[in-house]
Structure formats: C-alpha cells, structure tokens
C-alpha cells in the first residue's frame, strides 16, 4: 500500500498570506489528523477529521481550518500567516480514530517570512 | 502545562547494548500510549503500541512497559543497532479519543558504533 504524501514538501510564503497544504491517507483509512512541529512545542494536534467531518481539534486560533473530502483527502488551510506559523505540518491517518495507531506522511516544511 | 513529558533530550547507547527511554504522563484520562520513531526529513513512524489494561508489549527487539501508579512508560530496544538512532517520541491518548495525540518532545537516542 502506497503510504501518506503530503503536498507540497516546502512552501516558503509572507506574512499575512494564506497557505493550503494537501493530504493523501492510505487507501481505506478514513481518519486524517494534522499536527503542527516546532522546535519549542514539539507535535501538537491541530485537528482531525473523520468521514469529512471534524471530529476533534486542538488549541489552535480559528486561522487553522481544514476539511476533508468524500475520497478521505484533506487539505489544511492557514489564513493571515504569522512568522510563528513556520514549522513542519505532519498529516497522520488511522483506519479509526486518532485514538489508534496513526501513519505519518513526510511532512511539509512551511516558512513564513 | 505539559502532560507527556520525556525528560531525556538525548541519550547515548553503545551498539549491542540496551537502551531504555522514558516517558511520564500527568493525565490519568489516557489509556492508550504509543511510541514513533523519527528520521530526519521524515514524518514519525509507528513502532510499538500500548493499552493501559497491559503492563507490558513486546515486539521484536521493543518491548513497551507501562506503570500505571507511577504515571511511567518506558521503551526497552534490545540490542541496539546503529540504525535504532533516531528520535523517538512517546504519545499518548485517552479521554474518548478527545484531543488526537498528545506528544512528548522527544528524545534523540545515539548509538554508538
């Protein structure tokens, strides 16, 4: 089974910009979360999102959104880019809930200048 | 307030030898602990899960122990090999999956050759 790609790898964009990162789970998982990984923070839950609907979200401000579609993909949206959004955004699914083991794609290294 | 802590950033391990990383947790709400391992430029993979109706899993050379009253989980690798060196991280979740994961910030385990 092909595992979980993430698009794009790296993004360089400027504040106060808005950003789209893409998701692909493994074929039949139906649970996609997003973390956020910062030097600082270490992995954070951003939110995840179970049969297109969002099931579960962390302590993030309302300029972290996602969704999902009716094939399981997901997308992440980040409005009005902060210098503090720059960090590695993780996609994991699971076949249940993020309760379950989670399959991480590689990541995409977004930074905000 | 951070309630997966693993104290060790770091840790060195001659080849062949054990090597044990530690993980403590605060919240009694969690019932189910993983660890993933992480390459650089890599998203986290899975290696080895546990229930907190178990105090013990084991997996090839990982074995997984958790302590309950102590709040305390540890992750035994026997023997290391050079490609054990990563950073692992210990997660943690519970509460009716509320809130995804929650992670430790890692620590960065070397082997020595």
């Known amino acids: 089974k092909a595992g979980v790609t993430q698009t794009p790898r790296y993004l360089i964009k400027t504040r106060g910009q808005q950003v789209t990162l893409s998701c692909s789970p493994i074929?039949?998982?139906?649970?996609v979360s997003w973390y956020q990984q910062t030097p600082g923070q270490g992995l954070q839950f951003l939110f995840e999102y179970f049969s297109e609907t969002q099931r579960n979200k962390g302590n993030f401000p309302g300029r972290f959104s996602g969704r999902q579609f009716s094939n399981s993909r997901s997308e992440m949206n980040v409005s009005t880019l902060e210098l503090g959004d720059s960090a590695l955004y993780l996609c994991?699914?699971?076949?249940?809930?993020?309760?379950?083991?989670?399959?991480f794609g590689p990541g995409t290294r977004l930074t905000v200048t | 307030d951070q309630q997966v802590k693993q104290n060790s950033p770091s840790l060195s391990v001659q080849e062949g030898r054990i090597s044990i990383l530690n993980c403590d947790y605060t919240?009694?709400?969690?019932?189910?602990f993983l660890w993933y391992k992480k390459y650089p430029a890599e998203g986290p993979t899975f290696l080895i899960s546990?229930?907190?109706?178990?105090d013990k899993n084991e997996d090839g050379r990982f074995t997984v122990f958790l302590n309950k009253s102590a709040k305390h989980l540890s992750l035994h690798i026997v023997p290391s090999q050079p490609g054990d060196s990563a950073v692992y991280f210990c997660?943690?979740?519970?509460?009716?999956?509320?809130?995804?994961?929650?992670f430790g910030k890692g620590t960065h385990l070397i082997i020595q050759p």
């Open positions: 919240n009694s709400m969690f019932d189910y």
């Open positions: 994991a699914s699971s076949i249940q809930t993020s309760s379950y083991e989670q399959y």
């Open positions: 074929s039949g998982h139906r649970s």
């Open positions: 997660a943690a979740s519970g509460g009716g999956g509320a809130d995804g994961l929650t």
């Open positions: 546990i229930s907190s109706i178990k």
